[in-house]
């Protein structure tokens, strides 16, 4: 088994393992599992700040971005897509899919959306129903703010739909603060359950507009009104997986116990960041780093492949690559969730240090030492 420094799926806890092998009842039928279902839901929308109702899906982190889409859209409906990054960008089909006709706020994906050159855009362009945008934009590790973005958007009646998916408990998430209508997570990033589940917070508004469409939502799985009345009715739209909701609520509650694990993914983040310029090695992003994952440029003497096949075979560690344009141009290092420990870093700081030097590339200082010396004054 390697150690998985991934930025998701992450390491799955053994409480969490253990919750998924207790013994099942019919879900469909048990009104125990009922209750189970909205509790855990409840402790999610405790965990993310707000009194909007919260569903959990059955189906990958991508279920919920699509049902969000899916369930705003009608034919011909105007969507902003907010775009500094791959998942930002990949927001469009969604839209085109269900029928709305995406527009494309592209910005440099380098840097976070910066709100006050937002503010001009939108008062210069209307119409929009919802927008899109990314919490972190998990291939590049860019982190946008959406306690601020969010808001903006709803100044100008426009709804939101945000990908929190690898930001949420390893970044601030204060979804009622944000005004954020639908808030996506999935359970394989800091919430370290294994893949499977999406979920998302539904806001009042966003109740609202599906249901004042005059179209029928076009998809069923992808569909968030299907759930409605669901507890009155003791009636899911279809069989929860029971193993993976258990699974879940002890995931969550490993969160709930564990107070410093903001500030946890902060000191991890910046000594991590730091330590990899110290060394002489590039951060891919200029500015708006997420502290659950940190993105490297791959140096000139060797390969993303070198790097990430040699920390596998020689030290059992697996890091990754990224995708789309930044395919081989970046490593990825995952500190979200049950990875954002300080033990599991140094070893992964060490192993990569040890790495580099074996493919040739010169270092300034020793990775993990420094590492060390700044978790300690960060
Ligand atoms: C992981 C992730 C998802 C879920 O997508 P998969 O690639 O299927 O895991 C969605 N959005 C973001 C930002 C993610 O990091």
Redesign the pocket.
């Known amino acids: 088994m390697y150690k998985i420094m991934t930025?998701?799926?992450t390491q799955v806890k053994e409480n969490v393992r253990m919750a998924r092998a207790r013994e099942c009842t019919n879900p469909d039928l048990d009104g125990e599992f009922l209750e189970f279902y909205k509790e855990t839901c409840g402790q999610l929308s405790r965990l993310l700040h707000t009194s909007n109702e919260t569903l959990i899906l059955g189906g990958?982190?991508?279920l919920?971005?699509e049902a969000a889409c899916a369930s705003l859209t009608e034919p011909g409906d105007r969507v902003l897509v907010l775009d500094n990054?791959i998942?930002g960008k990949?927001f469009a089909d969604f839209v085109s899919i269900y029928g709305g006709k995406p527009e494309l706020y592209t910005v440099d994906g380098k840097n976070p959306i910066d709100p006050d050159v937002l503010d001009g855009y939108l008062k210069e362009h209307h119409g929009f129903k919802y927008a899109t945008l990314?919490?972190?934009?998990?291939?590049s590790g860019i982190l946008n703010d959406i306690h601020t973005l969010c808001p903006l958007l709803k100044k100008y009646g426009i709804l939101t739909v945000v990908?929190?998916?690898?930001?949420m408990f390893g970044e601030k998430v204060h979804v009622d603060e944000a005004q954020a209508d639908i808030l996506?997570g999935?359970s394989?990033?800091a919430v370290s359950a294994p893949?499977g589940l999406?979920f998302a917070t539904i806001s009042g508004d966003a109740k609202r507009a599906m249901a004042e469409r005059k179209t029928p939502i076009a998809s069923f799985y992808a569909n968030l009104k299907v759930f409605e009345g669901y507890y009155e009715k003791k009636w899911f739209p279809y069989t929860m997986p029971i193993s993976d909701i258990y699974g879940l609520q002890a995931a969550l509650s490993n969160i709930e116990q564990d107070s410093g694990m903001l500030l946890r993914h902060a000191r991890l983040g910046q000594a991590c960041r730091q330590a990899v310029k110290d060394a002489g090695l590039k951060l891919h992003l200029e500015q708006g780093f997420s502290n659950t994952v940190t993105v490297l440029d791959v140096p000139g003497e060797t390969t993303a492949e070198a790097i990430l096949e040699t920390m596998q075979k020689e030290y059992n560690i697996m890091l990754s690559g990224s995708f789309g344009s930044l395919a081989g141009h970046v490593v990825r290092i995952g500190h979200m969730g049950a990875n954002a420990n300080f033990q599991d870093m140094a070893e992964t700081m060490d192993a990569l240090g040890q790495t580099l030097e074996k493919l040739g590339v010169p270092l300034a200082c020793s990775l993990k030492e420094r590492f060390c010396q700044l978790y300690r004054t960060v």
Do not use: R
């Open positions: 930025p998701g799926p990958e982190g991508i919920g971005l990054g998942f990949g990314v919490h972190c934009d998990t291939p990908d929190s998916v690898s930001a996506c999935g394989q990033k893949p999406a």
